[in-house]
Structures are given as C-alpha cells and as structure tokens.
C-alpha cells in the first residue's frame, strides 16, 4: 500500500502536465511507506517522449538529502504521456528498487489524469493499493 497526500498526487500530476509531450519523473521520500516529500528530477532520457531516465548525479544528491532528512527512498513516479498508467517493459527494466512503490501518471485523457501505484520485483508487477 501507498499512502500518498492529496497534495502530492496534484504536484505529480502538475510536474506531468508541465512535462508533456514528454514523461516526466521523480522521487517519493518518507517514512513507513507515507509519502512526505516529493524531489521533481530532469528527464535525460535520449528519448524522453517515450520512456525516463534520472541523471545519476542530481538522484545521488537526492538520495544524500533522503538520507541527511532521516528519511527514506518511498516510491519513484513517471508519467505516460500518451498510453495508460501500467509499467512499459522499459519500466520493468528500470526498476532497480524492489522495495519502491513505482507510481505512474497516464495523461492519455488529460482532463482526466489517472494515477495508479506498483510494485515491480524480478519482473513481475503487482498493482498496489493508493490510499490519500
């Protein structure tokens, strides 16, 4: 389960908004897996209308802030511009963190965003409940 605010799902829709045509990502901090704090990243991606990619120095200086906060990595959120919010095969590639929810904001109607939150462990993905 994901508990994240209302608040911080309209800052994830809203970084998603401002993103488009191209996705964008992010990092979920808190505690007990309650979102507290949301870190908006820089898409570096070669191809980022399709797929997102963190540069590694700006999430390392994250992951210090994370950490020097006393807390703790909760989820990472993307969004899918154009396609429905489940996990591409590029997005199972990239989950590296198998205790991270991965949230992800499809904008295929946009004036209806839908948010929806994963877990991704050795491939398989399981939907996981948002609570706000």
């Known amino acids: 389960m994901a508990a994240i605010e209302l608040s911080v799902v309209d800052e994830i829709i809203q970084h998603a908004s401002e993103a488009v045509p ?4 992010g990092i979920l901090a808190g505690k ?3 979102v507290e704090k949301t870190y908006k990243m820089v898409n570096v991606s070669d191809s980022p209308d399709v797929c997102y990619f963190m540069d590694s120095c700006e999430q390392l200086k994250v992951m210090k802030e994370i950490r ?3 807390l703790e990595m909760v989820g990472i959120y993307h969004s899918h511009p154009g396609s429905g919010p489940y996990p591409s095969s590029r997005d199972v590639e990239l989950a590296f963190y198998p205790e991270a929810v991965y949230v992800i904001v499809s904008l295929q109607d946009i004036k209806r ?3 929806k939150a994963y877990k991704i462990i050795e491939g398989k993905i399981m939907e996981e409940v948002i609570t706000t």
């Open 113 to 115: 965003p839908e948010l």
């Open 22 to 25: 191209n996705e964008a990502c």
């Open 68 to 70: 020097n906060l006393k």
């Open 32 to 34: 007990n897996g309650r």
